[in-house]
């Protein structure tokens, strides 16, 4: 039997108090929507309907080509509204799979079961235990089983206290839900059509509904407001760092580091605390990240030292390499083997080879630095006329003094060495010593000036 899946993400998240629609709130650095599409592909649907409504081009732009069919639900009635938008097109001798957008936890093996444990012409609602289980839908049982689900704000005082709760999934055959959702009626306390109520009509129709129980009320919590937010960003954290040291990443303190992407790592990775990854990171085997780093979609190679504080953005380095502390790697910075960059120094759009070192103080942008070179403190490639950027080259084993100007387009010849706060604009062959300042002049005659009487 065919399954469609139905994500119901046009609600307004009015408990969000954002202007961003609830769906896109970033959860580990991806739209809550990402998670719950990720999981439903994990599932092997053949069709995926995304409801959406508030925010809905906002929503649309961010997933712009994957596949899924979207259906509009212009006016946010309710769950059963929603769903309802998406049936003209969901195949009949489907089963239908509901999730809800707002669950980004929930994990495709929890799926996989119900959908194992449920037999294809039945019905199922996942459901799980919550200490506190205020908000969420009351799963009501009799002798028989599931009778229906009440909502928090129609429950009774009895109802109230029931703990087991509707995580806001359903499973049940297209051609029933069809029927069902019909007949729904919004002559309840939010006035809205709940998805809910198919559950007691399909037990009126004689429909055995399971109730499959998920392992942990953490991953289907539900998230409506910026302190669930929180909450589930930890509890997804967590899970990652868990994932990570199953594979032999070690982490000073697991509780400290956040990843909002995807960290992938060789062996024996260590990384020390306050340490956030963004967008697609790799650490090569042997190396360690130091405390307080920010390292966003770059590729460290093997045995890298990043010391403490830095900043790294859209770079690559080789093998051995040491970098900071307090150093910034800006996109297109390509490091070689070996490559030391100190404090304070700044690299973007430049690649510098094997064994080459600029420890301190210094801007090295679009650039070309070969192998063995030394730059010394407080270089500065001046890439930028005011209008266009140009090249700087630097020679294998080329020896930069301090306080350097490189004026661009310029280039050093292998072996060159250049002097102590030299402003170079014109390029230099190789070999050579190369000193271009102010001659210095000590002048003999002169005073100091004498503080004046102040009357
Ligand atoms: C819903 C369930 C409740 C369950 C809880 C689990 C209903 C009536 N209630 O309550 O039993 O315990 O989820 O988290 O189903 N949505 C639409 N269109 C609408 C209304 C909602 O697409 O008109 C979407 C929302 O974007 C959201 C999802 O449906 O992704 C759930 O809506 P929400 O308003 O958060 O429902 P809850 O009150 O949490
Ligand atoms: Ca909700």
Redesign the pocket.
């Known amino acids: 039997m065919g399954l469609s899946v139905v994500i119901?993400?046009?609600?307004q998240?009015t408990r969000m108090r954002s202007d961003l629609p609830?769906?896109l709130q970033p959860l580990a650095g991806k739209p809550l929507l990402a998670h719950v599409l990720a999981c439903a592909d994990a599932l092997g649907a053949d069709d995926v309907c995304v409801?959406y409504?508030h925010g809905g081009e906002a929503v649309q732009t961010v997933f712009p080509a994957t596949g899924v069919r979207w259906a509009l639900?212009a006016e946010?009635?309710?769950?059963g509204?929603?769903v309802q938008q998406a049936m003209p097109d969901t195949p009949s001798a489907n089963r239908v799979l509901i999730l809800?957008?707002?669950?980004p936890l929930l994990q495709s093996a929890t799926l996989n079961r119900l959908l194992e444990e449920t037999p294809d012409t039945g019905m199922a609602v996942l459901t799980v235990d919550m200490d506190d289980p205020t908000?969420?839908?009351r799963i009501v049982r009799n002798d028989e089983g599931i009778s229906h689900?009440v909502?928090h704000k129609d429950a009774s005082e009895d109802e109230l206290a029931l703990t087991e709760?509707?995580?806001?999934v359903i499973l049940c055959p297209s051609e029933s839900l069809k029927n069902w959702l019909a007949s729904l009626s919004n002559d309840n306390s939010q006035g809205?059509y709940?998805?809910?109520d198919i559950i007691a009509m399909a037990v009126a129709d004689g429909v055995k509904v399971h109730g499959i129980k998920a392992d942990s009320s953490v991953e289907v919590m539900?998230i409506?407001n910026k302190k669930q937010l929180a909450e589930a960003e930890r509890a997804l954290q967590a899970r990652l760092v868990d994932e990570l040291m199953a594979e032999g990443v070690g982490f000073a303190d697991p509780a400290r580091v956040d990843i909002r992407g995807t960290l992938s790592c060789g062996k024996d990775v260590f990384i020390d605390i306050n340490a956030v990854f963004e967008g697609d990171v790799y650490l090569g085997d042997g190396t360690t990240i130091e405390s307080n780093n920010l390292i966003r979609d770059s590729r460290l190679g093997a045995g890298n030292v990043i010391h403490s504080n830095c900043h790294i953005e859209g770079a690559s380095t080789g093998k051995s390499c040491e970098i900071g502390p307090f150093a910034r790697l800006r996109p297109g910075a390509e490091l070689a083997n070996e490559v030391k960059i100190g404090n304070f120094v700044e690299v973007k759009k430049s690649t510098i080879a094997d064994g080459s070192k600029v420890n301190h103080l210094t801007y090295i942008g679009d650039a070309e630095i070969g192998s063995g070179v030394n730059v010394g403190a407080g270089t500065i490639t001046c890439n930028y006329d005011g209008v266009n950027k140009h090249k700087t080259t630097i020679g294998d084993d080329a020896s930069i003094g301090s306080n350097v100007n490189l004026v661009a387009p310029v280039s050093i010849g292998k072996g060159a060495t250049v002097g102590a706060g030299s402003t170079i604009s014109k390029s230099i062959p190789e070999g050579v010593l190369t000193v271009a300042r102010a001659k210095q002049k000590n002048i003999e005659d002169w005073t100091r000036p004498n503080k004046k009487e102040s009357k």
């Open positions: 119901l993400a046009a609600g998240g609830k769906v409801v409504g639900q946010q009635l309710g769950t509204h929603a809800a957008g707002d669950t908000g969420y839908g689900i909502e709760i509707n995580v806001g809205e709940y998805l809910t539900g409506n």
